[in-house]
């Protein structure tokens, strides 16, 4: 069974940053694309970045790029967000999102239960 | 980057009856690329429909995607009470970026 599981959300202050990880499981995770995806509370989905299989093609929302970075350690299992410079905008549920695909961007048939970022001074 | 509207915002219907709901990008979708996510309270997404009208696995053929180019509609056959959520579409024909629709809100009249 396909288990994404989402950890390293908390509250920070504006400016502070923060690094999500997700936990793979069930499947071969260097096979497949990931991604992240946010949800604001009470709001809908926004895409944030996304990974190809090896790590060598990346892609970020602009609302998020120079400070998001995405990685991933397919020995690990694991596919990770650093975020930098954090403002109150980005307060959100983020969600770890598996592809179908490997190297393009597709639509997303996994997903983890979400980790929730909450900025605020 | 393409832009998708979702109609209506709200759609409150009954039990047993058939729901449309429609997806509309600003910019033909490439190969028809789009996708329907199912999104329940306090739950994470669950994909329905991917290239505008394959089910996903373990979908109900209740649920239904058509449309190519600009429009496209899930359409919901005789509704059962767990299908009262939130649907989203999301486009992935010329990503970067991968868009959303703002969601349509389906609930019970």
């Known amino acids: 069974e396909v288990q994404l599981v989402e950890s390293g959300g908390g509250l920070v202050q504006p400016g502070w940053s923060l690094r999500l990880s997700c936990a793979a499981s069930?499947?071969?995770?260097?096979?497949?694309?990931m991604h992240w995806v946010r949800q604001a509370p009470g709001r809908g989905l926004e895409w944030v970045s996304s990974i190809s299989w090896n790590g060598n093609s990346v892609a970020y929302a602009d609302s998020v790029k120079g400070r998001f970075t995405i990685s991933r350690d397919n020995a690990k299992n694991s596919l990770y967000l650093r975020m930098n410079s954090l403002a109150a905008e980005d307060t959100a549920f983020y969600y770890c999102?598996?592809?179908?695909?490997?190297?393009?961007?597709?639509?997303?048939?996994?997903w983890g239960l979400g980790t929730l970022v909450t900025v605020s001074s | 980057e393409s832009v998708l509207t979702q109609s209506p915002g709200t759609l409150s219907l009954f039990p047993g009856e058939r729901a449309t709901l429609s997806c509309r990008a600003s910019?033909?979708?490439?190969?028809?690329?789009l996708a329907w996510y199912q999104q329940k309270p306090g739950q994470a997404p669950r994909l329905l429909i991917y290239g505008a009208s394959n089910r996903a696995t373990g979908i109900s053929d209740r649920f239904s995607g058509s449309g190519s180019g600009t429009d496209f509609t899930l359409t919901i056959s005789r509704l059962e009470p767990e299908d009262f959520a939130v649907y989203y579409c999301q486009q992935y024909g010329s990503a970067p970026p991968i868009t959303f629709g703002q969601g349509t809100r389906l609930e019970i009249e």
């Open positions: 069930g499947f071969t995770l260097d096979d497949y694309a």
């Open positions: 910019q033909s979708i490439r190969s028809n690329y």
């Open positions: 999102a598996k592809d179908i695909a490997s190297s393009s961007w597709r639509y997303f048939d996994h």
